[in-house]
């Protein structure tokens, strides 16, 4: 994958990443393009419409998918979660980032149940959106195919095992171990000391 993390801290080379951009705003596309431009990327693909987005994806390889949720011809959204499902290999496994002009948590719910890896806010900040590419370069969540609920990213961004009194859905979920206290348990006092005392509001 180009999106390779350098050994800089904090850095990821770009340079060889093919990026499609899908975005029917013409100004927010070209705020797009130069915010690529400037980290490096010379292979960007531009499309307007979902339509076209489909026919680009079943003729190139991507590394990495950064999409509009709201765009002329159709939902992002509803587009992540078809291309995750699809048949287009290796495209359908390919890092997606949505954008979106608002970002409640219902959308974000909305983005990670899609399949896409980050919804990012706009107006974008080129800032963020490296940070979310570099994270997308190092993360090692594996990919998940639960039929028609869900394909894509694991969800959990922390594994921390099946609830307790389970034995865990998953092939890789391992019961979740607690080693033994190595010192006293608090006492109440102690504890209270450590939590500010705050005021009900009535």
Request: glycine fraction near 6%; charge should be neutral.
């Amino acid at each position: 994958m180009a999106l390779a993390p350098t050994q800089a801290k904090g850095r990821v080379n770009l340079e060889k990443a093919a990026v499609l951009l899908v975005e029917s705003n013409p100004q927010g596309m070209e705020i797009l393009s130069q915010v690529f431009i400037g980290m490096g990327v010379r292979s960007a693909t531009k499309v307007e419409t979902l339509e076209a987005a489909w026919k680009t994806l079943r003729l190139m390889d991507f590394d990495l998918v950064v999409c509009s949720a709201s765009l002329s011809d159709g939902d992002g959204y509803d587009f992540v979660s078809e291309l995750r499902r699809s048949s287009i290999d290796p495209n359908r496994f390919t890092s997606i980032i949505l954008l979106s002009g608002h970002t409640p948590m219902g959308d974000i719910r909305k983005a990670r149940d899609c399949g896409a890896n980050f919804v990012v806010a706009k107006p974008i900040s080129p800032r963020i959106l490296l940070e979310r590419i570099i994270w997308i370069a190092r993360e090692t969540r594996p990919f998940i195919e639960v039929g028609a609920v869900y394909t894509g990213p694991d969800r959990r961004f922390q594994n921390l095992g099946p609830p307790p009194e389970t034995e865990g859905r998953r092939k890789e979920d391992l019961p979740l171990e607690v080693g033994l206290a190595q010192t006293p348990n608090m006492h109440q006092e102690d504890i209270d000391a450590l939590l500010p005392k705050r005021k009900a509001l009535i």
